[in-house]
């Protein structure tokens, strides 16, 4: 089976996802929106016109069985080629954007597509076609409990103090750094609060395991993954009512989701009051990227069952 995977830019969890179906042997060939997209601005019409020129060739040049559009952005090129079955997944930032517009394009996506997958209940909830509900997947390998002496030594933190991990970008005001600059100082509680941004993927585990509290204080979400990957460090978790994280640790030992500062401030100062960890490990069952890899791979061979697939694909499908 050859699936061309459309995504704007490359996201760890979606570098993930094509490795766990690779791994069931699927073959997978990423193609990526041109030019670079950073905060303030964005892609220009001319790298889209070039993306969409380079996937009529692309299509044109392999036998895809499959086009799986990653991003509403990214639909509309996927279903405007039409000779291949096209396949959506909606990341939570196009579905629930505050631009009208990429809401638009990314629920139309999902309508015509021949198969949409959202990854989280709440992104469930507010989008009105057949889709399929699939979690993205955690590296539970990667993503694991350790000793947090170990870890600030790793990390370089020179500190005995509790420390409250906030792992954005302080200046992104979505993420609301003020509310958690501001719980962190009104807690009854010897606590510092540290913010990590920017480093490499493979290095956040340890920035969990170094860290007491992951606080999370975002105004919207679609997610977040954050969430998932402290969850499997075992790392307690304060946070906002956003995206999937009541879903996730609502019911996890020293773990608080509420929008409420009373309740957001109780769960911090009890938190660093036990010293524990969390056992949100156990939560994060059946998102592994085994799991991941063999739901999607059952939403491909489904699409080319309905389609028409020949004796060959429907083969290569069962036997991988």
Same mark, same amino acid.
């Given at each position: 089976?050859?699936?061309?995977?459309?995504?704007?830019?490359?996201?760890?969890?979606?570098?993930?996802?094509?490795?766990?179906?690779?791994?069931?042997?699927?073959?997978?060939?990423?193609?990526? !929106?041109?030019?670079?997209?950073?905060?303030?601005?964005?892609?220009?019409?001319?790298?889209?016109?070039?993306?969409?020129?380079?996937?009529?060739?692309?299509?044109?040049?392999?036998?895809?069985?499959?086009?799986?559009?990653?991003?509403?952005?990214? =639909?509309?090129?996927?279903?405007?080629?039409?000779?291949?079955?096209?396949?959506?997944?909606?990341?939570?930032? @196009?579905?629930?954007?505050?631009?009208?517009?990429?809401?638009?394009?990314?629920?139309?996506?999902?309508?015509?597509?021949?198969?949409?997958?959202?990854?989280?209940?709440?992104?469930?909830?507010?989008? %009105?076609?057949?889709?399929?509900?699939?979690?993205?997947?955690?590296?539970? @390998?990667?993503?694991?409990?350790?000793?947090?002496?170990?870890?600030?030594?790793?990390?370089?933190?020179?500190?005995?103090?509790?420390?409250?991990?906030?792992?954005?970008? &302080?200046?992104?005001?979505?993420?609301?750094?003020?509310?958690?600059?501001?719980?962190?100082?009104?807690?009854? =509680?010897?606590?510092?609060?540290?913010?990590?941004?920017?480093?490499?993927?493979?290095?956040?585990?340890?920035?969990?395991?170094?860290?007491?509290?992951?606080?999370?204080?975002?105004?919207? %979400?679609?997610?977040?993954?954050? !969430?998932?990957?402290?969850?499997?460090?075992?790392?307690?978790? !304060?946070?906002?009512?956003?995206?999937?994280?009541?879903?996730? !640790?609502?019911?996890?030992?020293?773990?608080?989701?509420?929008?409420?500062?009373?309740?957001?401030?109780?769960?911090? %100062?009890?938190?660093? =009051?036990?010293?524990?960890?969390?056992?949100?490990?156990?939560?994060?069952?059946?998102?592994?990227?085994? =799991?991941?890899?063999?739901?999607?791979?059952?939403?491909?061979?489904?699409?080319?069952? &309905?389609?028409?697939?020949?004796?060959?694909?429907?083969?290569?499908?069962?036997?991988?």
């Amino acid at each position: 089976m050859k699936v061309l995977q459309l995504v704007t830019s490359s996201r760890p969890f979606f570098d993930q996802q094509v490795s766990a179906l690779e791994d069931r042997g699927v073959d997978c060939t990423v193609l990526e !929106v041109p030019g670079r997209y950073s905060g303030r601005s964005g892609r220009s019409a001319t790298d889209y016109v070039r993306y969409y020129r380079r996937l009529l060739s692309t299509v044109r040049s392999s036998a895809y069985d499959i086009v799986h559009a990653n991003y509403g952005l990214v =639909a509309p090129f996927a279903l405007a080629q039409p000779t291949r079955p096209v396949v959506v997944t909606l990341w939570g930032t @196009d579905l629930m954007s505050e631009r009208t517009w990429l809401r638009s394009i990314s629920r139309h996506g999902a309508r015509y597509a021949d198969a949409a997958v959202v990854p989280s209940r709440i992104m469930s909830r507010d989008l %009105e076609v057949d889709h399929e509900l699939i979690p993205f997947g955690v590296d539970t @390998d990667l993503f694991r409990p350790m000793p947090r002496s170990s870890a600030r030594q790793r990390v370089g933190w020179e500190t005995d103090r509790p420390v409250a991990l906030f792992p954005y970008d &302080r200046t992104r005001s979505v993420k609301d750094y003020p509310r958690a600059r501001r719980l962190v100082e009104r807690a009854d =509680a010897d606590l510092e609060l540290r913010t990590v941004s920017g480093v490499d993927h493979d290095e956040m585990p340890y920035y969990m395991n170094a860290s007491d509290i992951l606080l999370v204080t975002s105004k919207r %979400e679609s997610g977040p993954m954050v !969430v998932k990957e402290a969850a499997a460090c075992n790392l307690p978790i !304060v946070s906002t009512d956003v995206g999937f994280v009541r879903e996730t !640790v609502g019911g996890v030992t020293n773990c608080v989701v509420s929008d409420d500062d009373g309740a957001l401030l109780g769960g911090i %100062e009890r938190i660093v =009051a036990d010293g524990g960890r969390s056992d949100g490990r156990e939560s994060v069952d059946g998102l592994s990227l085994e =799991a991941l890899g063999e739901r999607l791979h059952d939403v491909y061979r489904r699409v080319l069952e &309905r389609n028409g697939g020949n004796a060959s694909l429907a083969e290569v499908g069962h036997e991988v």
